[in-house]
């Protein structure tokens, strides 16, 4: 996803998040994401391996977040700044 792309809008073009920005909008997905996986399918892992539990929670949640919800943050992202510009 490009981040130099106008706010259809605002017509405002927002630029890329700096790394704090970026490490909040990822715990924003990640958490939850993890949080919801762990109360759904949690219990059904709960005799597996560590490490083979962590491999399926991540598998799970990876592609929710980046597919699902860091677009649709960074897109939220870029309309709070261009409406505070």
Do not use: C
């Not at 927002?14 to 399918?41: D, E, R, S, Y």
């Not at 860091?70 to 505070?84: I, S």
């Amino acid at each position: 996803m490009s981040e130099h792309v106008p706010d259809p809008a605002t017509g405002r073009v927002v630029g890329p998040p700096t790394k704090h920005q970026l490490a909040l909008m990822i715990w924003i997905a990640v958490f939850p994401t993890l949080t919801v996986l762990n109360l759904t399918i949690g219990p059904s892992l709960k005799d597996s391996n560590p490490v083979l539990r962590t491999f399926v929670l991540a598998t799970i949640a990876v592609p929710i977040v980046i597919y699902g919800l860091m677009p649709r943050l960074h897109k939220a992202r870029g309309r709070l700044l261009a409406r505070r510009a």
